[in-house]
């Protein structure tokens, strides 16, 4: 939970300057100050971590023992980095720590120092950040002795920046080409030696170049002194440049007949010195194929490989040259093929060169001499020779890399000063052997000029500070070296300077007149000792052919034999040789041999001078750059993992002065801070400044500290920062702040959530009001729309009404198009359904003929459909209703009862019928039968009887008996009343004898009973509807009368005059009787 509230206040505090290197905010100054107060929160917020992770919250910051213990905690946890302010101490892990991923770099990219663990991706990411914001030009100074990790951390560096910076357009070459050039001058530079597999055996110092952007665009790259005993000597278990092995291993074999080697290194002198070829850490054939492959990717042209490993491989044909004593008592070669390669190699004539090695040329008086060279002078030449080739070699080599690494726009070079530098120096560390030759000497002297940079620069901005912010503050004590710097380079007393004088100077001089010299010169300084001028227990561990010098970081042996020599070899070879050598048909050594070496006159400078200018120019380069530091420390002698020598941890931490550097750091004040920024962090912890104070800062920050209760011992206050003394009283603050958290977090976020909400709110309703205002106006607008139309059209309908009666005009066509429709609208509405509704919709006068003519095709196709729908049963019946129709419709008064009582087949079922009846019938079948009551035509007797229809005759059936038979043809016609009684009167002829006269009949069923008898006997006009009365015919010239008359009910009676009177029943509407 307090872990969580650290990070949530960590990032709501940082949020508020911690810059995103995309979008270049200007980030706090790094650079001293800066850098020293975030580290002490980053401290901070991860107190509960193993030991501290910065050296300036130790509390018992003065001991040695605690400092080392850190380390050793730390150490086994794998924490092999912890600060000391803004300084890196790091501890080589010598295994490979998941600690370097792209994942990695994201995290400690734009984050400040003190948010996270330390780590060489921090100290990059910072300085990168300040010379973004700062336009300052920056340096890493990396230190530490040798196998510590410093060129391990330089590769870190150079990693993290090709894989987090920006890339400029077409810059990705450049980015490989920066990255490639390590394998290439580590092959050619470094080796194996006892304290390192990959040790670097000269001093690199690169500037990467940034735009404006913070993308690299160039780079460049000063080595200093390359160790070049190495080509020709290596002590025991210690191995040449690793070049040399890689092409024996790696190169193909083709190449390796060209260059007359074999695949051997045991076959070459110069790779055997140490005895061992091998080694298990390291794979010569594959860095031979990384290293090939590098020289493609930065740029170097087919020829001019091919000329550099001739170069490699005459060195090696060189080391195997030997010499013998020739006829005349002369030292000569011996080795002729080696001798035949190497001058084929070298490009050289081989006579010129054979001479070259054998003889010397001497000048005296302005006139030259050759002398031949004695067998030991000879194999000195020898060495001379290919220390010189591959010394400059890998010189070219370097300014090749350079060349390829350069920037070449215009604009960048026309606007210089805008762009910004990184440097990174990789430089040798301290070294002490048992034999400590020349090249020790110039290393530790390089040291201690980067010892003498260290102090001066840290004490020197720790101290303006202080000045700077008028704090009262008592120098700290520490051991200032350069008394040391001055005993090796002072002018005229100087170590160097005496070096110079005895190997440039006329007559003889050698090794012991040099340390009798030295000895006059410097004896009596503290720093100086030689077995003369030592007492009698230091004597005893100084050689007589040795001097020492107490170095900052130790004392250091000194052998003066062969230091002279290798000042002047150093200075140039013999005159011979590059004679020789500048005529090559190599492009390479033409380079590196120049004719005017020979020629010019003038006094050239020693290696010493060279080396010490060198230096000089180094340390200008490095005092105007804003440095950070990383100090490398080697766990143990035996590059194991996990093995933690205090002893030797112990000499590096004195000798890097990295106690010192913790004094000077904790002497003044443990944490510095601006007013704005301690007041912004703690001001929640006070009342009276929580949550804004709106005075002047210094009085905010005095108020602050006054609640806090600091004693004034505890803190000053200073111009425009507050110092605070001890790391206890600022742990207490912080706790407070731990403490007070919860509560600010959660009205922080009872106010954030209140802000986000109400912003939403005021979103949501800004977006309503939005939608509601567009929709209003909308709906305005679609109504006002509407209204003019409606307004249009009751215009042009009020005008079409007044014009409706006129021809069709453009005043009426509205008016007369609507009526149109309304009616055809209307009409499709209304149509008529069956053809019995007559309906139809009343048109308009304009359209009364159409309306006609829709009428008439509606009716049409209403009655094809009814037609279309008819049955044949149904037909039939409709047949006879129409007949029915015909003779009754305004005839008869029963008749429109009749109409919707459908016509039956008959009145009579089977079972009705008399068998014998039938039987007599024969073949004529019963097409209809229904029950009637005859009335005699005299006295008018009602029987009842059966009318059966046949197809061509009817019968009257009373019982079995057919009682009177009337064929249809002697029928002559039928009758009938008007009122609704069931009478017919069926007339047939009385002169017929055979027939009986006329029937009087009534039926119930009459108008079907008559219908079907008219239709069988297709007597349908023959059907008489009579008034009043019927009259018939009895007899032969005598005829009856039935009168009809209406009245309340059906009554048949015999009436005066012997006619039949019927009163017929008046038809009530509702229940129609047939
Ligand atoms: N951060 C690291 N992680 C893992 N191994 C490391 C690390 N730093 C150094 N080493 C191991 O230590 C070896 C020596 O490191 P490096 O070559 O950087 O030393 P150096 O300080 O440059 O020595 P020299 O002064 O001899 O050049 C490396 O080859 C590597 O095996
Ligand atoms: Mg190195």
Not at 130 to 135: F, H, I, S, V, W
Not at 666 to 686: I, N, S, V
Not at 1034 to 1059: M, N, W, Y
Request: net charge positive; glycine share 6%; charged share 25%.
């Amino acid at each position: 939970m307090r872990v969580w509230w650290r990070c949530l206040f960590a990032v709501l505090w940082c949020c508020q300057y911690t810059p995103n290197p995309n979008n270049l905010q200007p980030y706090p100054p790094l650079g001293g100050e800066g850098r020293a107060h975030l580290v002490m929160e980053g401290t901070l917020t991860a107190r509960d971590r193993v030991g501290v992770q910065d050296f300036v919250l130790l509390e018992n910051y003065t001991s040695e023992a605690a400092f080392i213990e850190n380390l050793r905690r730390r150490f086994k946890e794998n924490l092999i980095y912890t600060y000391i302010g803004s300084v890196l101490v790091s501890v080589n892990p010598y295994k490979e720590l998941e600690i370097y991923s792209k994942a990695h770099m994201e995290r400690y990219r734009g984050v400040s120092f003190y948010e996270i663990s330390p780590h060489i991706y921090a100290v990059s990411d910072n300085t990168y950040r300040a010379l973004r914001t700062e336009r300052k030009d920056q340096c890493i100074l990396i230190s530490g002795e040798s196998g510590a990790g410093k060129t391990e951390a330089s590769k870190k560096i150079l990693q993290y920046y090709s894989a987090t910076c920006p890339i400029s357009d077409n810059m990705s070459t450049l980015r490989d080409r920066l990255l490639q050039s390590t394998p290439v001058l580590e092959a050619f530079g470094n080796a194996k030696t006892l304290r390192n597999d990959n040790s670097s055996r000269f001093g690199k110092y690169m500037d990467v170049q940034f735009d404006f952007r913070g993308a690299p665009i160039g780079g460049h790259i000063l080595n200093y002194l390359l160790e070049n005993t190495r080509v020709v000597h290596q002590n025991h278990g210690e191995r040449n440049f690793h070049i040399f092995y890689q092409l024996l291993e790696g190169g193909d074999q083709d190449l390796l007949s060209k260059l007359g080697l074999e695949r051997n290194a045991l076959k070459y002198h110069y790779l055997v010195k140490g005895c061992c070829p091998r080694v298990s850490s390291i794979n010569d054939k594959n860095d031979w194929r990384t290293v090939t492959k590098a020289l493609a990717v930065i740029g170097f042209r087919d020829e001019e490989v091919e000329d550099l490993f001739n170069i490699i491989a005459s060195v090696l044909h060189l080391g195997n040259i030997q010499f013998g004593e020739g006829q005349d008592e002369q030292t000569e070669i011996t080795t002729e093929t080696q001798h035949n390669y190497l001058s084929k190699l070298l490009g050289v004539d081989g006579v010129a060169l054979k001479d070259a090695l054998t003889h010397k040329k001497l000048t005296a008086k302005g006139e030259e001499m050759i002398s031949p060279l004695s067998f030991e002078q000879a194999v000195a030449a020898r060495d001379a020779l290919a220390k010189a080739v591959y010394g400059r070699t890998f010189t070219w080599l370097v300014a090749q890399i350079n060349k390829s690494l350069a920037f070449k726009d215009d604009v960048y070079n026309s606007s210089k000063g805008s762009s910004s530098v990184i440097g990174l120096l990789d430089i040798y560390g301290f070294e002490v052997f048992q034999h400590n030759s020349f090249e020790q000497f110039c290393i530790n002297y390089c040291n201690e000029k980067l010892q003498q940079l260290f102090i001066e620069l840290t004490l020197k901005s720790e101290q303006e500070d202080y000045e700077a912010e008028g704090i009262s503050w008592e120098p700290v004590k520490y051991f200032d070296n350069k008394i040391i710097c001055d005993l090796v380079e002072e002018k005229h007393k100087g170590f160097i300077a005496i070096l110079d004088e005895e190997c440039l100077r006329p007559g003889e001089s050698n090794d012991i007149s040099f340390l009798e010299k030295l000895e006059d010169t410097l004896g009596g300084h503290a720093h100086f000792v030689t077995h003369k001028l030592a007492n009698g227990k230091t004597r005893k561990t100084v050689g007589r052919e040795e001097f020492r010098l107490i170095h900052y970081a130790g004392e250091v042996n000194y052998s003066v034999s062969g230091k002279l020599d290798n000042n002047v070899v150093f200075m140039g070879l013999c005159d011979f040789s590059v004679q020789v050598l500048c005529q090559s048909d190599s492009q390479i050594l033409r380079e590196c041999f120049q004719r005017e070496e020979v020629t010019d006159q003038k006094r050239p400078e020693t290696a010493a001078t060279q080396f010490k200018n060198s230096l000089a120019k180094l340390m200008e380069i490095l005092m105007c750059k804003e440095p950070s530091y990383v100090r490398c420390i080697k766990p143990n002698d035996a590059k194991q993992p996990g093995r933690f020598d205090e002893a030797l941890v112990r000499h590096q931490v004195k000798y890097l002065g990295l106690m010192e550097n913790l004094r000077v750091r904790r002497a003044g004040f443990a944490y510095r801070r601006h007013y704005q920024a301690f007041l912004q962090r703690y001001k929640c912890l006070c009342p009276g400044t929580w949550p804004n104070w709106h005075g002047k800062l210094a009085d905010g920050v005095a108020t602050l500290v006054q609640h806090l209760g600091y004693k004034p011992e505890e803190y000053k206050l200073g111009k425009t920062k507050i110092f605070i003394r001890f790391p206890k009283t600022l742990f207490t603050t912080e706790d407070a702040l731990d403490a007070r958290r919860p509560s600010i977090a959660l009205s922080l976020q009872t106010s954030w959530r209140g802000y986000r909400e109400r912003s939403k709110y005021q979103r949501i309703r800004n977006a309503v009001l939005v939608i509601q205002s567009a929709w209003r106006g909308m709906k305005s607008r679609r109504r006002a729309r509407c209204r003019r139309h409606a307004a249009n059209v009751v215009r042009k309908f009020i005008k079409g009404f007044i014009y409706r009666h006129y021809e069709r005009c453009p005043e009426n066509e509205y008016f007369l198009d609507h009526q149109r429709f309304s009616f055809l609208m209307t009409l499709v509405r209304n149509m008529p359904k069956t053809v019995l509704d007559k309906s139809w919709p009343v048109p308009p006068p304009s359209l009364i003929e159409a309306s006609e003519h829709l009428r008439r095709m509606c009716m049409q196709n209403l009655m094809r459909a009814y037609c279309r729908r008819i049955q044949p049963e149904w037909k039939k019946q409709m047949e006879q209703k129409v007949v029915a129709s015909h003779i009754f419709k305004d005839q008869k008064e029963s008749y429109p009862h009749s109409v919707p009582r459908l016509f039956v087949a008959s009145r009579l079922n089977s079972e009705d019928f008399n068998l014998k009846v039938i039987q007599t019938l024969g073949n004529d079948k019963v097409k209809y039968g229904v029950p009637v009551t005859k009335y005699d035509r005299r006295g008018y007797k009602a029987r009842p009887r059966q009318l059966l229809l046949t197809s061509s005759f009817a019968v009257l059936v009373a019982e079995a008996k057919l009682k009177q038979r009337i064929d249809y043809t002697a029928l002559r016609s039928i009758s009938v009343s008007s009122l609704s009684d069931g009478f017919m009167v069926l007339h047939v002829p009385s002169e017929d004898n055979k027939q009986k006269s006329d029937v009087v009949l009534q039926c119930d069923h009459v108008i079907e009973a008559v219908t079907k008898l008219a239709c069988m006997a297709e007597k349908i006009n023959m059907v008489n509807v009579s008034q009043e009365s019927i009259r018939f015919a009895v007899a032969r010239g005598k005829e009856g009368v039935i009168d009809f008359t209406s009245g309340q009910e059906l009554k048949v009676s015999k009436g005066k005059k012997g006619h039949l009177l019927v009163v017929s029943q008046r038809m009530d509407k509702e229940e129609p009787v047939l």
